[in-house]
C-alpha cells in the first residue's frame, strides 16, 4: 500500500427509488493520475427499471443491457390496435418488455457481482489514507458506493472514503453559476467520473490565487483609493516587492490557495 495522498472522482448510475445494493447499476471511478476503474453491477434489478423511463432513454443504452419493447405485434385485436395508435399520436413510446443483459455487447466484460466490485473497490482505494472523494451532487453517489459493504462502516475497510467533497458546494463556494460543458458521454458513470475530474479542476484554477496576481490587485486597489498613483509598470522594484511582500502575507495569514 502507498500513503501517498490521493484525490478520486466518483460517479454512479442507479435507481433512485431502490436504496438496496440492487439498485446500484454501475460505478466509475478515476483519480488525478488518470487511474480508472469502471464496473456494471450483476446484481442489479434490471427488471425494476421497465417504467423508470429517463433511466431507460439516457442511462442503459450506454451498458450492456438490452431493452425490448412491445410493438404491438403480440396483441392485433382492436383493443391492441387502438392503444397502439393513441401511443403513438402522443408521441409515447411502446412500452418495455423486458430488460437483460447482452451478452455480446462489448462492454459486457465489465458486469461484475457486487461482491467482486466491492473486492476490486478496496483494491483500487488501498493506501495508508483514505483518498479524498470527489463528486457532483454526490449524495447517493457515496451512499451507493457504501452500499457494497451494505453501509456498515465497521466492516468498510479504514481506506474506503467516508465522505466526499461536492463540485457543486466548490461552486457554489466560488460564486461560478455554470460549470464547462461535458464533452463526453452524460449518464456513463466512467464518462462522468472523468468530467467531474475536469470540472473540478476547472474550479480550482478559479479558485486559486498566486502572489503576483494579488501583489498586482493590491496595487490597483491602491490606484482606486489614490488618484494619480503610479501605474504598475512606473513602480520602482522596491514599490512591487513591497507590494509582493504584502500579497505573500495575505496568502499565508488567511490561507488563501495558491496557484503556482
Not at 439498485?23 to 488518470?34: A, E, H, K, P
Not at 476490486?120 to 457494497?148: K, M, N, T, V
Not at 465522505?163 to 463526453?184: C, H, M, R, W
Not at 495575505?250 to 496557484?259: E, V
Request: aromatic share 10%.
Amino acid at each position: 500500500m502507498t500513503s501517498v495522498h490521493r484525490r478520486a472522482f466518483l460517479d454512479c448510475e442507479f435507481d433512485p427509488r431502490d436504496m438496496s445494493l440492487a439498485g446500484l447499476l454501475s460505478i466509475g471511478v478515476t483519480d488525478d493520475d488518470g487511474y480508472d476503474y469502471y464496473a456494471v453491477n450483476a446484481d442489479a434489478n434490471l427488471d425494476g427499471l421497465r417504467d423508470h423511463a429517463f433511466i431507460i432513454e439516457h442511462v442503459l443504452p450506454h451498458m450492456p443491457i438490452t431493452v425490448r419493447r412491445d410493438s404491438g405485434t403480440t396483441n392485433t385485436g382492436a383493443r391492441g390496435r387502438v392503444r397502439r395508435w393513441w401511443r403513438r399520436l402522443r408521441g409515447v413510446p411502446d412500452p418495455v418488455m423486458v430488460i437483460e443483459w447482452d451478452t455480446n455487447h462489448p462492454h459486457y466484460q465489465y458486469v461484475r457481482p457486487a461482491k467482486a466490485i466491492a473486492a476490486d473497490l478496496e483494491e483500487y482505494f488501498a493506501a495508508d489514507l483514505a483518498p479524498e472523494l470527489i463528486a457532483y451532487y454526490g449524495g447517493q453517489d457515496i451512499c451507493r458506493l457504501h452500499s457494497l459493504w451494505n453501509n456498515d462502516w465497521s466492516v468498510m475497510p479504514a481506506h474506503i472514503p467516508r465522505y466526499f467533497t461536492d463540485i457543486k458546494v466548490l461552486a457554489n463556494e466560488l460564486g461560478v453559476s455554470e460549470l464547462p460543458e461535458q464533452q463526453s458521454t452524460a449518464h456513463h458513470a466512467l464518462a462522468d467520473a472523468h468530467y467531474n475530474r475536469d470540472a473540478y479542476r476547472a474550479l480550482q484554477q478559479r479558485g486559486h490565487v498566486s502572489a503576483e496576481d494579488l501583489a498586482r490587485q493590491l496595487h490597483a486597489n491602491t490606484e482606486i483609493l489614490h488618484d494619480g498613483a503610479p501605474a504598475w509598470e512606473a513602480l520602482t522594484r522596491q514599490q512591487r516587492a513591497d507590494f509582493r511582500r504584502s500579497a505573500e502575507a495575505l496568502l499565508a495569514q488567511y490561507d488563501i490557495r495558491r496557484r503556482s
